[in-house]
């Protein structure tokens, strides 16, 4: 049992080290994920991720394999489709999830081309799929930075946060904060993606972020104690992720992901709110209100 | 009685050029109760949007008196009925203008929200989530936020759509006790019989103000018609509005441009003004 659980996070420092940093991922990005989701908006987080590659690879074709460069870059890719998508369902008539998705298309379409001017498919397919196991002591600061100022963002701005999702109008009413909220809201989506194409790639740090979510919405009708449930599963995914791929020589960011998805799957079969189970056992006794 | 709580001086209210309130003056006196009626899409929501201050009017000012607080009520369709909250955490947010985001709940305002949510028929429906709460039961805890914002001015968008008999009454019951307190209530109506008996004062609204005043008066079969016959479509060539004639946006179309709504630009207040369209 030792062995099979914890001897390879004592034993080896890559292990410790992408540990360590997918547990600081879900830490952050989990709660996000929850927010996207009860705001409809959950397809919108796998178009910022595809949106962040062209700032990514920017900073890749200038300066290489770097975290710095490749970091600012994804943030002010991200930016610039978040805002751009933003101005064009605020200002024409079209509405957000078509003009996200036309944003996130230029977007990728970019980034492949920039990827693909120079350096070879391996390259690519770090950026696109990341490699936990290869965080050095730079990305791991850059992972905390990233869960601290969502944890602190998430806490100062909760009734906000909450308000805006539920009646948009009233918070409108009684406070400025509405529109203020909602973008700082999406910087923290593109926030925590950019932190998370270090460790599982722009493609399945999404992943982290929303499976968990979704799983936890089948146990719990309350936001907090979906967040905190959120959190849990996606740690949860991150242990069983990395043991999957240490013992099975598999790659770890898919196998992170796949645990997610495996609760997932299970939660929307199982869970006690609104689960497929739940709906169609016919009990023999009901109440009477 | 005869001080102003809201004033509306040539208010022009729309989305993107197109006008959904054209050119309404009047005042709304500290301490009356007011149906706002009119067909969907007359322009009843965009008002009230107006008066809560989400919707920048085009021309035209809505003054609200200084000090007064205003508690706004969206139409229930605005609001997120599957998000996972419980009963209580909708009337809490009700204490927002006191206690802004990062203010702790006191002891008072929880007290508050247990006589609120008792006021309205919901004691004990505290940790109930909202998404299992049927239409009726929703709207008596959305009054209950209203309870709780301890606004002087009030406004309810829509509140009794598709709402039972029962709790029609009740929440009428509510308002009523509002306008007793010598608050100032607006409320968007389309049960013609429910304001003439509720409301002393209405204001009828087709785009434009067709009549407002005592409800007896503005209520009439004529004012009645001319509110039916209001251009409803939206018509992305109507004219520009002959009294905008001069500004920037409308200055390339010719003076004495047929005017597409009428003599709506002579406006008497708060008197009825009846016309035939």
Same mark, same amino acid.
């Given at each position: ?59 890749? /074709?200038?300066? +290489? =394999?770097?975290?710095? $460069? ?7 890719? #991200?930016? *610039? @489709? ?121 493609? /399945?740090?999404? +992943? =982290?972020?929303?499976? $968990? ?7 719990? #009708?309350? *936001? @907090? ?65 | ?277």
């Amino acid at each position: 049992m030792y062995d099979l659980l914890i001897s390879p996070f004592v034993e080896f420092g890559f292990m410790q080290r992408a540990l360590a940093g997918s547990l600081l991922l879900a830490v952050a990005a989990c709660p996000i994920g929850v927010f996207l989701m009860l705001r409809r908006m959950s397809l919108a987080g796998d178009a910022m991720a595809h949106a962040i590659l062209p700032g990514a690879a920017a900073g890749f /074709l200038l300066f +290489g =394999l770097e975290l710095v $460069p490749m970091t600012i870059g994804g943030l002010i890719a #991200g930016a *610039v @489709v978040a805002v751009g998508a933003g101005a064009v369902a605020r200002f024409t008539a079209q509405k957000e999830d078509a003009s996200m998705a036309a944003f996130y298309l230029i977007s990728l379409a970019l980034g492949v081309m920039m990827v693909s001017l120079r350096g070879s498919s391996v390259d690519l397919l770090h950026i696109l799929f990341g490699s936990v196991l290869s965080l050095d002591d730079a990305a791991l600061s850059l992972l905390a930075g990233i869960a601290v100022v969502t944890l602190a963002c998430l806490f100062v701005f909760w009734r906000a946060l909450v308000a805006e999702c539920l009646d948009p109008l009233f918070l409108r009413s009684v406070s400025r904060l509405g529109p203020p909220v909602h973008f700082l809201f999406l910087g923290l989506v593109v926030l925590n993606l950019v932190g998370g194409f270090q460790a599982l790639g722009t493609l /399945l740090s999404v +992943g =982290l972020m929303m499976l $968990p979510a979704a799983a936890a919405r089948f146990w719990t #009708g309350r *936001v @907090v104690t979906m967040c905190g449930l959120a959190v849990a599963i996606g740690i949860a995914a991150c242990l069983s992720g990395l043991l999957v791929s240490y013992h099975a020589g598999l790659p770890s960011g898919p196998a992170i992901v796949l645990s997610a998805g495996v609760v997932y799957l299970a939660s929307a079969l199982l869970g006690t709110r609104g689960a497929l189970v739940a709906r169609f056992a016919r009990p023999h006794r009901h109440r009477t209100a | 009685m005869s001080d102003a709580a809201i004033t509306f001086s040539d208010l022009t209210l729309g989305y993107n050029s197109h006008a959904a309130v054209h050119h309404l003056n009047g005042v709304v006196e500290a301490g009356s109760l007011t149906a706002v009626v009119g067909a969907n899409g007359s322009g009843k929501s965009t008002l009230m949007k107006a008066v809560a201050g989400l919707l920048k009017p085009m021309s035209g000012k809505c003054r609200v008196e200084a000090g007064r607080r205003i508690a706004y009520l969206p139409q229930q369709s605005e609001l997120d009925r599957s998000f996972p909250v419980r009963v209580v955490d909708i009337v809490d947010m009700g204490l927002w203008p006191r206690r802004g985001l990062l203010g702790r709940t006191a002891a008072r305002d929880r007290a508050l929200i247990g006589e609120a949510l008792a006021a309205v028929g919901l004691a004990g429906f505290e940790k109930r989530p909202i998404d299992t709460l049927s239409g009726g039961q929703f709207q008596r805890a959305l009054f209950a936020r209203v309870l709780v914002q301890e606004a002087d001015i009030i406004l309810l968008d829509e509140p009794f759509n598709a709402i039972d008999a029962k709790t029609v009454a009740d929440l009428i019951a509510l308002i009523r006790g509002w306008h007793g307190k010598g608050l100032t209530v607006m409320v968007v109506a389309h049960d013609l019989d429910l304001v003439r008996t509720t409301f002393p004062q209405a204001l009828l609204l087709a785009r434009r103000p067709v009549a407002w005043g005592e409800t007896a008066k503005v209520l009439t079969p004529e004012t009645l018609r001319t509110a039916r016959n209001f251009e409803e479509a939206w018509n992305d060539d109507a004219p520009w509005c002959a009294a905008d004639n001069g500004s920037a946006r409308a200055s390339h179309e010719p003076h004495g441009h047929p005017h597409h709504h009428g003599a709506a630009h002579d406006h008497a207040r708060p008197a009825p003004m009846a016309r035939a369209g």
